[in-house]
C-alpha cells in the first residue's frame, strides 16, 4: 500500500507539473477578414436590405409546397446523410482521444497441457499436467508534455469541422432543391408563354390563308407568318425538355425516384420570386454565418494542435503501470495466496539522441498548419467574391429586366397599332409580320429573363448562407 501511495502522489506531482507543448491556437485575424468588415460594396441596390438574414430563407417565397420539399430534401438527400455520418466519424475520434486520459487495463487468460522436462519438475510430481496463467495489467499515460491534451484538442476542431460541412451541405441541397423548383416553375411560366405566341400565330395564320384566298396577301406573306410560327413551336419541346429535367432534379434531391414525385410539386406556372428587398446583412455577419468559413478555421485549429501532439514526441513518454496475476498448475491453484504475483512501477519512452524523426513531423505538422491559414484565407475571400458577384448580378438582372418589360410594352404597343391600321387596308403585311415577330420575341425574352431573376435570387441566398447561423 506505501508503494501504492507513492506512485499516486508522483502521478499527482507529474500531472501538476505537466504542460502543453506547441502553440497554443488564436483565431486568425487575416486582412480579407477584415476587409470583409461593414456594408457589401453591391449593397447599394433598392432591391437589397441591410437588415440581418432570414432564417428558414425560402419560406420568404410563401409557397407551403417549396416549404414540405425543402423539408423533404433535408431528411432525405443522400449527401445530407454522407454529411451526418462524417460527423458521428469525427465524433467516434474525438471519443477515442479522450479515452486516452484514462487508465487502459487489460486481462489475459491462458491454459495449456504440457510435458515438463524432468529436471523441473519435483520428485514424485506428475510431468505431464495443465498450466494456467491469469492476469490484469494497467497503464495509465501520464499527460506530461500535453501529447493527450493536444490530440484531443485536434479532435474537437475535426468534429467542429465536420458539423460546419454538414451546415454547408444544407445550404447547397436547400439552394438546389429550390432552385430546382424554381426552374420548374419558370419554365412552366415560359411553356404557357411559348404556346400562347403560337397560339396568337396561328390565328395569323389562318387570316392571312383568308386573306390570301380573297387576293390581299401572297403566298410570300403566307410562308413567312408560317415560318415564324413554326419556329415558335420548335421552342416548346426543349422547354418542356428543361422542364422535366427541373422536376427529375427535385425528384432525386427529395430523396425519391422521379415517379414518386408529388404531382403538386410540378403545378406552379408563375415564376418564383419575392418582390419584397432581400435582406443580406453585411460582410462581418457573412463570415461568422457562413459554414465553410467556419469549417475551415476549425481545421486550422485542429492543425495548430497536431503541432503540439508532434512537438510531444521530442520529450520523454511517462507511463505509470501496474499488474497483477497468477500462474498454477491447474484452476484450483491459480486462485491461491502461493502463486499470486504483481508489479508496480513507471515507464519512461525517450526517442533519444536522434530526434530527427520526430523533427520532420513537427515540421510537416507546421507546413500543414500554413497550408490550413491559407485555405482560410482563401475562403474568406472567396465568401466575399461569391456574396459581392451574387448581389451585383440580381441587381443588374433587375435592371435588365425593368428594360425588356419596358420594350415588351412598346412592343405590344406596336403590334396593336399594326394590326389596327392593316384591319383598315392602311399597313401591309410586311409591317404587321415584323410587329408580330418582335412582340414575340420580346413575350419570349422577358418569360426567360423571369426565370434568370429567380436563379439569381437563390444564388444570392446560397452565397449568403442564410438560415444556419450557428
Known amino acids: 500500500m506505501k508503494i501504492i501511495r507513492t506512485m499516486l502522489g508522483a502521478a499527482s506531482a507529474l500531472a501538476l507539473a505537466a504542460c502543453a507543448v506547441g502553440p497554443d491556437y488564436k483565431a486568425p485575424q487575416s486582412a480579407s477578414s477584415q476587409a470583409a468588415a461593414g456594408p457589401f460594396v453591391s ?19 410563401d409557397d407551403p409546397v417549396l416549404d414540405t420539399l425543402v423539408t423533404d430534401a433535408l431528411a432525405a438527400n443522400t449527401d445530407v446523410r454522407v454529411a451526418v455520418a462524417n460527423i458521428a466519424k469525427a465524433r467516434a475520434g474525438l471519443r477515442g482521444a479522450r479515452a486516452d486520459r484514462l487508465p487502459q487495463g487489460q486481462i489475459g487468460a491462458g491454459a495449456q497441457y504440457g510435458r515438463s522436462p524432468e529436471g523441473q519438475r519435483l520428485p514424485g510430481a506428475d510431468r ?34 465536420a458539423e460546419a460541412d454538414a451546415e454547408a451541405v444544407r445550404v447547397m441541397v436547400v439552394s438546389d432543391t429550390t432552385l430546382a423548383y424554381a426552374d420548374a416553375a419558370s419554365g412552366a411560366a415560359r411553356l404557357d408563354v411559348a404556346r400562347r405566341i403560337v397560339g396568337l400565330l396561328d390565328q395569323q395564320v389562318k387570316l392571312t ?20 410560327r413554326d419556329q415558335r413551336a420548335a421552342d416548346i419541346p426543349a422547354i418542356e425538355a428543361e422542364r422535366q429535367a427541373a422536376l427529375f432534379r427535385l425528384a432525386t434531391l427529395t430523396g425519391r425516384a422521379p415517379a414518386q414525385l408529388p404531382a403538386i410539386a410540378a403545378q406552379r406556372n408563375i415564376s418564383l420570386e419575392i418582390t419584397d428587398p432581400i435582406p443580406v446583412g453585411d460582410g462581418t455577419a457573412l463570415l461568422k454565418r457562413r459554414p465553410d468559413v467556419r469549417a475551415a478555421e476549425r481545421r486550422l485549429a485542429a492543425d495548430t494542435a497536431r503541432i503540439g501532439v508532434a512537438t510531444a514526441d521530442l520529450y520523454p513518454r511517462v507511463t505509470l503501470g501496474g499488474s497483477v496475476g497468477s500462474t498454477g498448475s491447474g484452476f ?8 499470486l504475483r504483481w508489479l508496480l512501477g513507471p515507464l519512461i519512452n525517450w526517442a533519444f539522441p536522434n530526434q530527427e524523426p520526430a523533427r520532420a513531423r513537427i515540421a510537416a505538422a507546421e507546413a500543414e498548419t500554413q497550408a490550413s491559414l491559407a ?30 418589360r419596358a420594350a415588351r410594352d412598346q412592343s405590344e404597343r406596336a ?26 420575341e420580346a413575350e419570349a425574352t422577358l418569360a426567360e429573363q423571369d426565370a434568370r431573376i429567380s436563379q439569381r435570387q437563390i444564388t444570392l441566398f446560397r452565397a449568403l448562407a442564410g438560415g444556419w447561423s450557428s
Open 415 to 440: 403590334a396593336r397599332i399594326v394590326r389596327a391600321k392593316r384591319d383598315e387596308g392602311a399597313s401591309d403585311s410586311f409591317e404587321w409580320l415584323d410587329a408580330e415577330r418582335t412582340f414575340a
Open 209 to 228: 390563308e383568308r386573306r390570301k384566298e380573297v387576293g390581299m396577301a401572297t403566298g410570300l406573306d403566307l410562308a413567312r407568318i408560317a415560318t415564324l
Open 128 to 161: 505431464e499436467d495443465w498450466g494456467v496463467d491469469v492476469g490484469l495489467n494497467v497503464a495509465y499515460e501520464v499527460d506530461l508534455f500535453g501529447r493527450v491534451s493536444r490530440s484531443v484538442e485536434a479532435a474537437r476542431g475535426d468534429v467542429a469541422a
Open 375 to 404: 485555405r482560410f484565407d482563401g475562403t474568406v475571400l472567396n465568401a466575399i467574391e461569391e456574396t459581392e458577384t451574387a448581389l451585383s448580378s440580381y441587381a443588374r438582372s433587375l435592371e435588365q429586366r425593368q428594360a425588356l
Open 43 to 61: 449593397a447599394n441596390s433598392p432591391s437589397v436590405s441591410l437588415d440581418p438574414v432570414a432564417a428558414d430563407w425560402w419560406r420568404l417565397y
Open 332 to 339: 484450483g491453484d491459480i486462485f491461491g495466496g502461493g502463486p
